[in-house]
């Protein structure tokens, strides 16, 4: 699993009950109900009525995918495809039907069967591809959602901060009141801008880079397969695939080597 999300909130939250602490406050002062319920539910009533009930939905995945998201492992990936490319260049195509049985990669399995079973190297990489852009366009609604939900959130705060300083004026005959209420009135800005900021618009980001790693490797995987499937030596492949990866993932593989 790859944290650096889960890190990067709990370090955000860090820093700001921190400062609070440092100032004198105290954080159990901003988890009031009411503002928390306006902001959050208010802030997906919001997402849901810009958007299909179908992409509200794909929320909780797109939460898990975010949260849970693996590292990306594309040394792994071009082993795998370069072993394949040997054994196919020293038994024939055919043979990789035993060998896709220890493939892991759903994507690579099907390229590969798609070969095995004959198909047209131009037509492979048109099927492949056009996954590979299905994909992207499904990537790119789900990071929308978020985007959204942080440009939705701190109005969305706003209006109850309007709302708490609506009950501080029908509260002026008494003075005592008027601190708590006030204060209490600017904390649904509070969780407003700290949502959009600390949390959808970190989680939008990350998907659309988590959606470039895993096209990124989805092409490597079509790369890979039409050079097996030319019967190029493996040793080409390897370097016609490395030559693809990004340059970070070029000088670990140098490393390694």
Not at 24 to 34: A, C, D, M, Q, Y
Not at 139 to 156: E, L, R, V
Request: proline share 4%; charged share 20%.
């Amino acid at each position: 699993m790859d944290p650096a999300t889960i890190a990067g909130i709990v370090l955000a939250f860090i820093a700001i009950f921190a400062a609070m602490i440092l100032e004198g406050g105290s954080p159990g002062s901003i988890f009031l109900v009411p503002p928390l319920v306006l902001v959050f539910v208010g802030t997906l009533g919001a997402a849901m009525a810009g958007g299909m009930l179908k992409d509200t939905i794909a929320l909780i995945d797109s939460f898990k995918r975010v949260l849970l998201s693996k590292s990306a492992t594309y040394d792994t990936l071009v082993e795998d495809i370069v072993k394949l490319a040997e054994k196919a260049r020293r038994e024939g195509l055919l043979a990789l039907e035993d060998a896709m049985k220890e493939v892991q990669d759903p994507f690579l399995k099907k390229g590969l069967q798609l070969a095995i079973d004959g198909t047209d190297s131009e037509e492979l990489a048109a099927i492949l591809e056009a996954e590979v852009d299905a994909k992207k366009k499904a990537d790119k609604q789900a990071a929308a959602i978020f985007t959204a939900m942080g440009g939705y959130a701190p109005t969305i705060g706003i209006i109850g901060t309007v709302i708490g300083l609506i009950h501080v004026l029908e509260n002026l005959s008494q003075p005592e009141k008027l601190g708590h209420l006030i204060a209490g009135a600017f904390v649904a800005t509070l969780w407003g801008v700290l949502s959009a900021n600390v949390m959808w618009l970190p989680m939008g980001a990350k998907l659309k880079r988590l959606s470039e790693i895993e096209c990124a490797q989805m092409e490597l995987v079509i790369a890979g397969i039409i050079n097996i499937q030319a019967g190029a030596n493996p040793r080409l492949v390897a370097q016609k695939l490395r030559s693809l990866l990004p340059p970070g993932t070029v000088k670990e593989e140098k490393k390694a080597a």
